[in-house]
């Protein structure tokens, strides 16, 4: 499985960023799927997560507000839209497919990771 995320770049503060993750199995449209990042310096965190059906969503609080997530089964793609982003924001965004259809704010409940997509926030 490969989840490929993409979408990241440098941006200004305030700026709106839309990342999409598709895979080619209908990985995306067979499980739910999260976003996470990961600063320079940091450990990994829980950014969004959404359900197979779209019925459940978790945010983390940080982001609750400024980022929606969002996912096309029929593309089996999953997108996070980030809004008023801050330099806070910069990361490397990864997508991850849950081990099975729920919603989850926790790594350990994912199987499959994509590589990342950086995205750097400019004050």
């Known amino acids: 499985v490969q989840l490929q995320a993409s979408g990241g770049g440098l941006v200004q503060a305030g700026d709106s960023r839309r990342l999409s993750c598709a895979d080619s199995?209908?990985?995306?449209?067979?499980?739910?799927m999260g976003w996470f990042r990961q600063a320079p310096g940091k450990e990994r965190e829980f950014v969004a997560s959404?359900?197979?059906?779209?019925?459940?969503?978790l945010y983390a609080d940080s982001v609750k507000g400024r980022f929606t997530i969002s996912r096309d089964n029929a593309k089996n793609t999953v997108y996070l839209q980030m809004n008023s982003l801050k330099p806070e924001d910069t990361a490397v965004y990864f997508c991850?497919?849950?081990?099975?259809?729920?919603?989850?704010?926790?790594?350990?409940?994912?199987?499959?990771w994509g590589q990342g997509t950086l995205v750097t926030v400019s004050s």
């Open positions: 991850a497919s849950h081990l099975s259809v729920y919603a989850s704010s926790a790594s350990r409940d994912y199987r499959y």
């Open positions: 199995r209908r990985t995306v449209s067979n499980n739910g």
């Open positions: 959404i359900d197979r059906t779209g019925g459940r969503i």
